[in-house]
């Protein structure tokens, strides 16, 4: 989670994580085992966006794309007011 937090606050994007996970493919490698927990890391990112407190990014884009929020947006929202 902490790597999550550090990655949002950097600026990074889901499209930069799936970049790297393509170069890893290329490479030989199969993102499975660079890019795990990239659904998990869109959850913190959405939770984040959601907090009551201020969130610092270093990017005014959007860290997660639109279609990966408004597939996840409600379910976090829920686990957060809980």
């Known amino acids: ?6 990655a949002y606050e950097c600026g ?3 499209d930069h994580l799936m970049a790297e996970g393509a170069a890893g ?8 085992e660079d ?5 998990e890391v869109g959850l913190v990112w959405i939770s984040i966006s959601l907090a009551r407190v201020p969130d610092r ?3 005014k884009s959007e ?3 639109a279609s ?15």
């Open 63 to 65: 860290a997660v794309d």
């Open 57 to 59: 990014r270093w990017s």
């Open 35 to 39: 890019f795990e927990g990239l659904t």
């Open 12 to 14: 990074l994007m889901m």
């Open 1 to 6: 989670v902490r790597v999550a937090i550090n």
């Open 25 to 32: 493919e290329a490479e030989g490698r199969t993102i499975v």
């Open 68 to 82: 990966f929020d408004r597939r996840w947006r409600g379910f976090v929202k829920l686990i957060s007011d809980a």
